[in-house]
């Protein structure tokens, strides 16, 4: 299988996500469309990896692993508390930062 | 009662004459995978298997009106990225999405629905905007991506041997990416702390409510 | 080796598992007897009559002892790689984990002392 078709898979997943965080208005599908985009960042360093033959590709994806779930803890923190606050979870709604 | 039997025999029957066709073709020199998939490589179908699966769960993230239904979607995305991580003699990477992404990130996603959002009337709190527009988006970036990713002749090297890549990772770490390591210590610890103030504040303001509940 | 002969005992621990788990169901719904009665169908909630909806919002406390989790999950997906070289890497990669290790547990330190691993606040 050729690196070609890992990348062309990972631009289809970050197509989807960049569509799915400009169309949906729900903070939490934002987030997980966020998601879906670094993972499509991930496969694609990792068919570069693959091609290059040397290991910095898998180590920046697994870096980016950790990111994602730092920002997924202190973001879904975020989105709880505004929950709380504002009881809507619409980014149009909770577009500005004080009430 | 006896129609049970019969479809019993029926099923048991056909196993047997697929086993029986599958051993002779076998016994004749034929290899396994070329019997069942013809030209198609095993490889390339297992590919084309696990990229399906990531495409319908990402498109079922993206277009799903139940937000339930999205992280589920998430689930079977992140499973199938996993899954071609192994393709792509990564081994060590696809635990860690098991692990993290799955085991955690996806776990944490779930709780901060149930969290938040009144689940009865989960339809009306998951509304998209623009459908228009974010099909001019995709037909924008999309198409482009993936000229790119099928045009460009990626300079040919011949892909290495696959390899366990833990103890490789590992050299990695403590000598190029040294900084970088320490670095995500660091963002734990910032990690740690900002979302225990976050949630905490919300524990306190929580607790009457719950003793009224 | 490719990825399929090297993953093939997988690949047969999949099918096993999944050849089996479809006989059982499949020989569960064939062979056994189905009664359906209203009392079977209701949820069951040790024994008493259930309350309220099962979709309910759930407390936050919960959510805190997730968000630990994820955290040193990640720490342990950190050390794994580093463990399997540790005699390889001697002092100097010792003391790097070593640095990495106390970040975390001053992190630790902090929430323990904020209170969030404690679990019977109400």
């Known amino acids: 299988m050729d690196a070609n078709q890992y990348i062309a898979l990972a631009a289809f997943l970050f197509g989807i996500g960049l569509v799915g965080v400009v169309v949906k208005r729900n903070m939490l599908v934002v987030f997980m469309c966020i998601e879906l985009m670094l993972n499509a960042a991930n496969l694609t360093f990792l068919a570069f990896a693959r091609r290059a033959g040397n290991m910095n590709g898998h180590a920046i994806a697994f870096f980016v692993i950790a990111v994602a779930a730092a920002e997924a803890a202190v973001g879904l923190a975020i989105v709880i508390a505004v929950f709380r606050t504002r009881g809507t979870l619409n980014v149009d709604e909770v577009a500005s930062l004080r009430n | 009662m006896p129609r049970k039997i019969v479809i019993w025999v029926v099923l048991a029957a056909l196993v047997v004459t697929f086993v029986g066709v599958l051993g002779a073709r076998m016994a004749e020199g034929a290899v396994l995978p070329e019997i069942i998939l013809g030209p198609l490589g095993l490889t390339d179908a297992l590919f084309y298997l696990f990229a399906a699966m990531t495409f319908a769960g990402a498109a079922t993230v993206a277009l799903s009106k139940n937000i339930l239904h999205s992280a589920l979607g998430l689930l079977a995305a992140l499973m199938g990225t996993g899954s071609l991580y192994v393709f792509l003699s990564a081994d060590f990477l696809a635990v860690t999405q098991l692990l993290v992404y799955i085991g955690g990130v996806l776990v944490l996603i779930l709780f901060a629905v149930m969290l938040t959002n009144r689940i009865t009337e989960v339809k009306i709190s998951n509304a998209s905007l623009g459908l228009v527009g974010g099909g001019a988006l995709l037909v924008a970036t999309v198409p482009v991506l993936v000229f790119v990713a099928i045009a460009t002749p990626w300079a040919t090297i011949v892909p290495a041997e696959l390899a366990p890549t833990t103890r490789e990772i590992g050299n990695a770490f403590l000598t190029r990416w040294l900084l970088p390591f320490e670095l995500a210590s660091l963002v734990l610890l910032a990690t740690l702390i900002g979302a225990v103030v976050i949630a905490r504040k919300e524990l306190k303001q929580d607790e009457p409510d719950t003793s009224v509940s | ?122």
């Open chain 3, 1 to 122: 080796m490719t990825p399929l002969q090297t993953y093939f005992p997988l690949a047969i621990a999949f099918i096993v598992a999944g050849a089996l788990a479809a006989l059982l169901v499949g020989a569960a719904a064939l062979l056994g007897p189905r009664r359906p009665s209203a009392v079977k169908a209701a949820p069951f909630e040790c024994g008493s009559d259930p309350i309220g909806s099962a979709r309910e919002r759930f407390g936050v406390k919960f959510y805190m002892v997730a968000l630990l989790f994820i955290v040193f999950d990640v720490e342990a997906v950190f050390v794994y790689p580093w463990a399997v070289l540790l005699r390889d890497l001697g002092w100097s990669g010792y003391i790097a984990m070593a640095f990495f290790a106390f970040t975390l547990v001053i992190g630790l330190a902090y929430v323990w002392k904020k209170g969030a691993l404690e679990m019977e606040t109400d």
